[in-house]
């Protein structure tokens, strides 16, 4: 048993998929959430810079004492796979379960991936599904405006912007008759409606945030790792920017008002152990 807190990170408000989860599935467990929206989005950004502000996100939550760190981020967990090796804790990014769960849903082992430009260039998911089996063929497309259409609260099935952007950039995936269709990245859950609306009901949707939670809660239990009874879930939110955004769309998202849960933190200020400046 362990009662040390879960770190979590992402960008901004995708790793939520993956908090839901947790709280959910592991109802006595603590969590530390930190959202880097000072600097989100990391999917149009350099593999220099992901890596760069992964380090300082696992960083943070090194300091929060985490018993656990998942990068609830297909960006990170993607293009910073490297950070892993470097982590003295339980550690568990978003691809390889997420990957699992689709090789397992596919009848017609035609698979679709959408993530940000970052994940779909880095072909992790492609990597990690023809690990596990490969006769499924892959077809991916990033959708660089889905991130920003989150964060800015444009999610509602009914968003005529919302509707357009996903019916664009879904299009070429509709023709490769695909029976599962990855979120891989974490935001996208978020939006899962509006492109389940546009997928039709026999494309099965992969939710990378609620697989990752799922194998991250079985890493626990084999580690006998998971909180003692009695204890009741909590959740501690931090960002690199304005609180006020993040505490409402965090409150619609999961159901329970976080608002005085929410503090903002100088993420500059966390330089990986290894003697090297991060520069501001
Ligand atoms: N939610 C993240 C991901 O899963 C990051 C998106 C972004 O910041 O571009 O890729």
């Known amino acids: 048993m362990d009662n040390r807190p879960i770190g979590i990170f992402d960008s901004g408000l995708g790793g939520l998929t993956a908090v839901r989860e947790i709280l959910t599935i592991l109802p006595r467990e603590q969590v530390v959430y930190f959202g880097d929206t000072g600097r989100v989005p990391y999917g149009t950004r350099s593999r220099e810079t992901i890596i760069k502000y992964a380090r300082q996100d696992v960083e943070f939550l090194l300091s929060k004492n985490v018993k656990m760190v998942i990068a609830a981020c297909g960006t990170v967990s993607s293009v910073a796979r490297q950070i892993s090796q470097q982590i003295p804790v339980l550690f568990t990014g978003v691809v390889e379960p997420t990957a699992l769960a689709a090789s397992l849903a596919t009848h017609n082992q035609r698979v679709g991936v959408i993530g940000t430009t970052a994940t779909i260039q880095s072909g992790s998911y492609r990597r990690a599904l ?114 006020e ?33 991060i520069e501001k």
């Open 130 to 243: 023809n690990a596990l089996n490969l006769d499924i063929q892959v077809f991916e497309q990033d959708c660089p405006l889905f991130v920003p259409l989150v964060e800015h609260g444009f999610a509602d099935p009914e968003d005529p912007v919302a509707k357009l952007v996903a019916e664009r950039y879904l299009a070429p995936l509709k023709q490769h008759n695909i029976d599962t269709l990855i979120m891989g990245c974490t935001h996208y859950p978020i939006l899962r409606e509006v492109i389940g609306n546009v997928m039709g009901k026999g494309v099965t949707l992969i939710d990378s945030g609620r697989e990752t939670a799922c194998y991250a809660a079985e890493i626990l239990r084999r580690q006998n790792a998971l909180c003692p009874d009695g204890q009741r879930s909590d959740c501690a939110f931090y960002v690199s920017d304005r609180v």
């Open 245 to 277: 955004g993040f505490s409402k769309a965090a409150s619609v998202f999961l159901g329970q008002n976080v608002g005085t849960n929410v503090q903002y933190i100088d993420i500059n200020a966390f330089v990986p152990d290894d003697g090297v400046r």
